[in-house]
T-cell receptor, first 113, second 109 residues
Framework: DARVTQTPRHKVTEMGQEVTMRCQPI?????VFWYRQTMMQGLELLAY????????DSGMPKDRFSAEMPDATLATLKIQPSEPRDSAVYFC???????????FGQGTRLTVV | RKEVEQDPGPFNVPEGATVAFNCTYS??????FFWYRQDCRKEPKLLMS???SGNEDGRFTAQLNRASQYISLLIRDSKLSDSATYLC??????????FGAGTRLFVKA
């Protein structure tokens, strides 16, 4: 059963620490999305990639967030330094064609204290 | 203004009721639309696609009105298991997928 895999599932860290979240998209999917979900803002699109190239990261705070795809099977989202306001659930999703369904991972629940 | 906007609810309805959600989008270039369902502390999952001609799947009907830039979801004969958050989604330029904040539905016995 193909699925998007995210690690870690939960992360608690202290303010100022670096946080790295990882995502393995479904094999064969060449579009990868990173979303952040909070009660106040809902699901916000942070960045997305097509064939490993970043197409749009305008939703991402550039000073502390970075997203990369080192290879087709791994996407990373890094926060350095982390702040309490970064506490949220971070979802990765992947898709294989334009205008079609995005498949979500189970999310990383990040708490910055 | 957000690109995709929804009434956050919550909608509290009894079992068997019919409930409808609307969603508006601001980007007239949006090409495709979807409804996703998200259960508490779970990831969003596709419920159904939305076509200009309308789309029906069992008790669920989705419609798109391009002239007024809104999409709708109608749930007939609500079940307890329909309780969830329903997310409206617009897709611009093929890959940029924008979610609304979601509408919470509670179906009561």
């Amino acid at each position: 059963d193909a699925r998007v895999t995210q690690t870690p599932r939960h992360k608690v860290t202290e303010m100022g620490q670096e946080v790295t979240m990882r995502c393995q998209p479904i094999l064969g999917h060449n579009t990868v999305f990173w979303y952040r979900q909070t009660m106040m803002q809902g699901l916000e699109l942070l960045a997305y990639f097509r064939n490993r190239a970043p197409l749009d990261d305008s939703g991402m705070p550039k000073d502390r967030f970075s997203a990369e795809m080192p290879d087709a099977t791994l996407a990373t989202l890094k926060i350095q330094p982390s702040e309490p306001r970064d506490s949220a659930v971070y979802f990765c999703a992947s898709g294989d064609r334009a205008n079609t369904e995005a498949f979500f991972g189970q999310g990383t629940r990040l708490t910055v204290v | 203004r957000k690109e995709v906007e929804q009434d956050p609810g919550p909608f509290n309805v009894p079992e068997g009721a019919t409930v409808a959600f609307n969603c508006t989008y601001s980007n007239s270039a949006s090409q495709s639309f979807f409804w996703y369902r998200q259960d508490c502390r779970k990831e969003p999952k596709l419920l159904m696609s939305v076509y200009s001609s309308g789309n029906e799947d069992g008790r669920f009907t989705a419609q798109l009105n391009r002239a007024s830039q809104y999409i709708s979801l109608l749930i007939r004969d609500s079940k307890l298991s329909d309780s969830a958050t329903y997310l409206c989604v617009g897709n611009t330029g093929g890959f940029k997928t924008i979610f609304g904040a979601g509408t919470r539905l509670f179906v009561k016995a």
